[in-house]
């Protein structure tokens, strides 16, 4: 999955193979930092790590959350107002990233926020925040179905359309579409995620 | 499908069964059970409805293999590539997860339901992730 990486070009909808750079599915610069993070966050379940278990739910969960704020509700929008050349040297150049970024975030917040419900008593039913975890595994569900099962496969595949010596730009663009849909659909989810956690840290 | 001997049209997309959402829907009532297990935890959450989603979970699962499997020309090679390193990713997110509610002292049949719901929730995603991907690609000659 992984190939030599340098910068790509927009692929031509129906053109003649050109001399391209391939793209980079998964950034092999990355994994040390992925790397870094599962042993972090097994260190911090292992030793049920007080600090170390929030510092992974909060950056993690920040993190996720601004970014799927940002990619569903300000880059999507634009994506989608984009010629599918534009898109497409975009996504050559974004999507790459995301396959490293999104998993790793992801994995960080709940598995150390599970622990954390459990560690604090939040997940008793007889918890004023059990409800709210509820709530918030039910969000994380929905969000999970949608960015696993139907945008990452369009992700990973507009990357290897585009490595193709003639891309079919008509593809990627339907494929993009996917993408900035269900991207508005969990941004849109991250914002019940932020009332929920809000609530819990409050109550 | 137009696609003469060693040459491959990429300007027609061909037909296929649903397999990426069969591989969608066993995600989805994996996910479905995990929800349930953990919003009983750490009480023993009702094993009857987890084991019914488990076991849509694999059906669906096995129909998407079987409807895979049944494929003529398909970019097998492609698949096969795609598939190892996405089951390799999600193996360590399941082992992650595992190692959780191991830790967390999860024994016994809920321990059972959830490794086995974690083995689903490895294999699908990938076969949905290769699958999307191969059924673009130049099929294996």
Known sequence: MSEVTQNAAPPASHGAPGERPKIQVVPLKGLPVVAVAVVFVAVAIAGNWTWALMFCHVVGGGLWTGVDLFVGLVIGPILGRLSIPARAEFSARFMPKMVIIMPTVVMMTLASGFQIARKLGNLLASSPNHAWLIASFIVVGIMAVIALGVLEPANIAVLFEMNKPVPNGERIGRLMNRFIYTAGITGLMQVATLIIMTRVATQ | ?141
């Open chain 2, 1 to 141: 499908m137009t696609m003469a001997h060693g040459t491959f049209d990429n300007t027609v997309d061909r037909e296929f069964p649903p397999i990426g959402w069969l591989a969608t829907g066993a995600l989805g009532a994996v996910i479905v059970g995990g929800v349930l297990m953990a919003a009983y935890a750490p009480r023993r959450a009702p094993l009857g409805v987890a084991t019914g989603l488990l076991v849509l979970g694999v059906v669906l699962l096995a129909a998407a293999w079987t409807l895979l499997l049944r494929q003529k020309n398909f970019a097998w090679r492609t698949f096969s590539k795609v598939f190892r390193w996405a089951l390799l990713a999600y193996a360590v997110t399941s082992a992650m997860i595992e190692f959780a509610f191991v830790r967390d002292h999860t024994t016994g049949a809920p321990l059972v339901l959830v490794t086995l719901m974690l083995v689903v929730f490895a294999t699908s995603v990938p076969t949905s992730i290769a699958f999307t991907v191969a059924r673009y690609a130049d099929p294996d000659h």
